[in-house]
């Protein structure tokens, strides 16, 4: 990232983070917790060079990735890419509440006829059974 990324990305003049690394002068509050914020760094990792540098929730290279991926796509695909995203949050719901189902289990397939055409098109080969017809039992004597 280059002083003038980091400068637009912290709203403040490119001459301004030249002071901040050369030690001219310090970030102000402001400045510090826009840092903290935006680039999800400790604050007393940025102060004192102590601790943990990342915040908890901090970006790691795969996300970056990601979202410059992303970027890159045009409209359908960034539709797509919500899509797929939204049916996989609900599927991990789901499965969060509902134990999944046994691997065994057969797939269901579902299959669409055409009706009309099935009704129109009769193979000709084909044998109706016989009807079965209940004959009453002769009566008692």
């Not at 719901?93 to 046994?102: F, G």
């Not at 397939?109 to 055409?117: E, F, K, M, N, Y």
Request: with cysteine; proline share 9%; net charge positive.
């Amino acid at each position: 990232m280059t002083q003038s990324d980091f400068a637009a990305l912290l709203q403040v003049d490119r001459k301004t983070v030249v002071r901040w690394e050369t030690g001219q002068r310090m970030p102000d509050c402001d400045s510090l917790l826009n840092m903290k914020r935006r680039l999800r760094i400790s604050v007393d990792w940025l102060l004192t060079g102590q601790g943990e540098s990342a915040a908890p929730d901090a970006l790691v290279a795969e996300d970056l990735q990601a979202l410059e991926n992303y970027r890159a796509l045009d409209a359908d695909g960034k539709r797509a890419v919500l899509r797929a995203m939204q049916m996989e949050q609900l599927r991990a719901r789901s499965e969060a509440h509902e134990p999944p189902a046994p691997a065994a289990a057969p797939a269901t397939r579902l299959v669409l006829h055409d009706v009309v055409a099935e009704r129109a098109v009769k193979p000709a080969a084909a044998k109706v059974p016989p009807k079965v017809r209940r004959v009453p039992k002769p009566p008692k004597a």
